[in-house]
C-alpha cells in the first residue's frame, strides 16, 4: 500500500494528527469481518489507551500465557509504536489465536462481524476476570477485599451474587437494560435489569435509527399463549412489558439485524433497508429520561447482496477526519459520504454497501465521571 498510503499522508499534509497512525490490514483469505471490527475499535480511543495500558504494565511478565487479549493488545502496539505513519500489517498472530480459540472462526466461509465483535469482547472480560482473580487469590492474605474489587455498588438486583467485577472493558462498552413488566390485573410492576456490550435492533424500510430505538422500547401486550406469571397473582395475567436503557453505555454499539431468517425461504435474506444514523445521536428512551448525547466515531459496512458471501469495509472518524478501511487499503473520505451507506430506499438497488455495526462515543462523558 505504499502508493495508497503517501496518497492519504499527501491527503492529509501538515493536518496529518500527532503521533497518529493509520494502517491497513493484510486479510488472510477472508479475514475481512476481523479487520473491519478492529480498525472500529483502535478507533475507539479509550478502549485503545486502555488496552496499550494493560499491553505496558503486563509486558515486563514475559512468561505470561498467550492468549487473544494478549495477541489484540500486541497488535495494537505494534501499530501504534510504527515509525511510518501509514502502511499495512499483518495481524498474523491475532488471528491465528482466534482460529485456534474458536472453531466458528476457523472456515473459510463468509463469516459474520457482530458474531465477532460479541465473541472478541466477551472473550476479553473473561480473560481480565481470571487474571483478576488470579491477582485477587495472590494478595487475598495481605490486602483487605474491599480495595481488591471495583465492581458497581448496586450490582445486579440478584441478590445472593457478589459484586462483579467492573473491567475496562465494561466500563467502555456495558449498558444495562431493565425490562419492566407490569401485570394488568394488579399493575404491579416486576424490574429486571440485564447488561448489554451492543443493542440490536430490528430494521424497517426508509427509516432511522432513533425510529428503530423507539421501536425497541415501545410497550408489548403479554396475553394469550404469551401470558406473564405474576408473582403477586400468583397465576398467569395478560401484562404490557417494555425494555429501556437503565445506565447508557459510555461506547454504545448498534447492530442492525440486516439479516433476516425467512420462513418461506428456508434461509436468511439481507435487508438493505435505508436505515438513517446520525452522526449525532440523542437516546431518550432511558430510565431517567434525561437525553444522553453521543457522536458516531465508526461503522463497519456489510458489502454484498446476501448473507454468506459478501465483504466487510469500515468507516472511521479520526481527529475530525473520516477514513474509509477496506482490508490493506486506507483513504480520505467526506463526511458526506457517510451517507452512502444508509441503504437502498427500494429493493433492488446496485449499492450495496449498508451500515451494520455503527460505533457511537457519549459526549457527556469527560464532566460526569
Known amino acids: 500500500m505504499g502508493a495508497a ?100 472462526f476457523r472456515s473459510y466461509m463468509h463469516q459474520d462481524a457482530h458474531e465477532f465483535l460479541n465473541f472478541l469482547l466477551n472473550e476479553l472480560v473473561d480473560i481480565l476476570e481470571k487474571e483478576a482473580q488470579a491477582a485477587k487469590s495472590d494478595q487475598e492474605t495481605s490486602s483487605p477485599p474491599e480495595k481488591m474489587v471495583n465492581g458497581p455498588k448496586n450490582a445486579q438486583a440478584n441478590g445472593s451474587h457478589k459484586d462483579p467485577l467492573v473491567t475496562w472493558v465494561h466500563k467502555n462498552f456495558q449498558g444495562i437494560l431493565t425490562n419492566e413488566t ?33 421501536n425497541f422500547s415501545s410497550t408489548e401486550t403479554l396475553n394469550a399463549e404469551d401470558k406473564f406469571f405474576c408473582d403477586k397473582c400468583c397465576s398467569l395475567q395478560e401484562a404490557q412489558k417494555r425494555m429501556k436503557i437503565k445506565k447508557p453505555p459510555h461506547i454504545l454499539v448498534i447492530h442492525l439485524k440486516r439479516f433476516k431468517y425467512i420462513e418461506q425461504l428456508g434461509r436468511y435474506k439481507k435487508l438493505s433497508y435505508r436505515v438513517v444514523f446520525p452522526l449525532e445521536l440523542k437516546l431518550s428512551n432511558t430510565v431517567e429520561d434525561a437525553e444522553s448525547e453521543y457522536s458516531l466515531f465508526a461503522v463497519v459496512v456489510h458489502v454484498g447482496s446476501g448473507p454468506n458471501h459478501g465483504h466487510y469495509v469500515s468507516l472511521v472518524k479520526s481527529h475530525n477526519h473520516w477514513l474509509f478501511f477496506d482490508d490493506e487499503n486506507v483513504e480520505m473520505i467526506d463526511e458526506s459520504a457517510v451517507q452512502t451507506f444508509f ?22 462523558t469527560s464532566n460526569k465521571s
Open 5 to 104: 498510503g503517501s496518497k492519504l499522508e499527501k491527503a492529509l499534509g501538515d493536518q496529518f494528527p500527532e503521533g497518529e497512525r493509520y494502517f491497513g490490514l493484510e486479510n488472510f483469505g477472508n479475514t475481512c469481518y476481523c479487520n473491519s471490527v478492529l480498525q472500529a475499535l483502535y478507533f475507539c480511543v479509550p478502549f485503545r489507551e486502555q488496552l496499550l495500558e494493560y499491553y505496558s504494565s503486563n509486558k515486563s511478565t514475559g512468561d505470561a500465557e498467550e492468549n487473544l487479549l494478549t495477541c489484540l493488545a500486541d497488535l495494537f502496539t505494534q501499530i501504534s509504536s510504527q515509525k511510518k505513519k501509514t502502511g499495512v500489517i499483518a495481524p498474523k498472530r491475532f488471528v491465528q489465536r482466534l482460529k485456534k480459540q474458536n472453531e466458528l
Open 182 to 214: 407490569r401485570c394488568l390485573r394488579c399493575e404491579t410492576v416486576t424490574a429486571r435489569d440485564e447488561t448489554f456490550f451492543d443493542l440490536s435492533l430490528d430494521i424497517e424500510q426508509n427509516s432511522s435509527i432513533t425510529s428503530c430505538l423507539k
Open 343 to 364: 441503504g437502498s430506499a427500494q429493493e433492488y438497488s446496485s449499492n450495496t454497501d449498508h451500515g451494520y455495526i455503527l460505533f457511537y462515543e457519549s459526549l457527556g
